[in-house]
């Protein structure tokens, strides 16, 4: 059974830094796409990052790339989102995800986690 842990969520004000950490387990994150999304209150669910398993090429949407880091420790099992330059409109729900595949991992991964709040005050 697949199951996601994310841990790392907070109130940071606007420039700060979070990690946001996956936990993973019943799969190995080397060995599938691993991804992040969030949602902001009234809004739907947006695609942030992915990281493939073979190669650890990595996408990101416009509005995070350069801010935000996807990345991941085979060791642990874990898959991280470093987040700098945080802006207000970064608020939201931060979700990890799970999928076969990247393009699956982008549009409708198989297993999500329960979120964590991310907040950054103006």
């Known amino acids: 059974q697949v199951q996601l842990v994310e841990s790392g969520g907070g109130l940071v004000q606007t420039g700060g830094s979070l990690r946001l950490s996956c936990a993973a387990s019943?799969?190995?994150?080397?060995?599938?796409?691993m991804a992040w999304f969030r949602q902001a209150p009234g809004q739907e669910r947006e695609f942030v990052a992915t990281?493939?398993?073979?190669?650890?090429?990595?996408y990101y949407a416009d509005s995070v790339k350069g801010r935000f880091t996807i990345s991941r420790d085979t060791a642990k099992n874990t898959v991280y989102l470093q987040m700098n330059s945080l802006k207000p409109e970064d608020t939201a729900v931060y979700y990890c995800?799970?999928?076969?595949?990247?393009?699956?991992?982008?549009?409708?991964?198989?297993?999500w986690g329960q979120g964590t709040q991310v907040t950054v005050s103006s």
């Open positions: 995800a799970l999928a076969s595949t990247v393009a699956a991992a982008k549009i409708r991964p198989d297993y």
């Open positions: 019943g799969r190995t994150v080397s060995s599938v796409a």
């Open positions: 990281i493939t398993g073979i190669g650890r090429i990595t």
